[in-house]
């Protein structure tokens, strides 16, 4: 459900929501069936979400302390609406 919200807020969180749901979902199939490859595949996800979470965290702080941006976050803008046209 995470991911939904995430797709109006930023590329980055989504991003991070979606490596977080392929690591859980990969350590709970590993888990499951006992697997050890699997459990590390998930864990390497694990790895990658940290990296990615780390990325926009850091990516917040600077961006506010520069009052620019410095780390790119892809920042969700609303569309504008066209106007109709009268005839």
């Given at each position: 459900y995470m991911n939904i919200a995430a797709v109006?807020?930023?590329r980055v969180l989504f991003v991070l929501f979606f490596f977080l749901n392929i690591t859980f979902l990969l350590l709970v199939i590993g888990n499951?069936?006992?697997t050890a490859t699997v459990i590390h595949v998930g864990g390497?996800?694990?790895i990658?979400?940290?990296g990615i979470a780390?990325?926009?965290s850091a990516a917040v702080v600077v961006n506010n302390t520069w009052k620019k941006s410095v780390f790119p976050l892809g920042?969700?803008?609303p569309p504008?609406?066209?106007e109709e046209s009268k005839e």
């Open positions: 109006r807020t930023s499951l069936s006992q390497w996800f694990g990658v979400t940290a780390w990325y926009g920042v969700w803008t504008k609406e066209q």
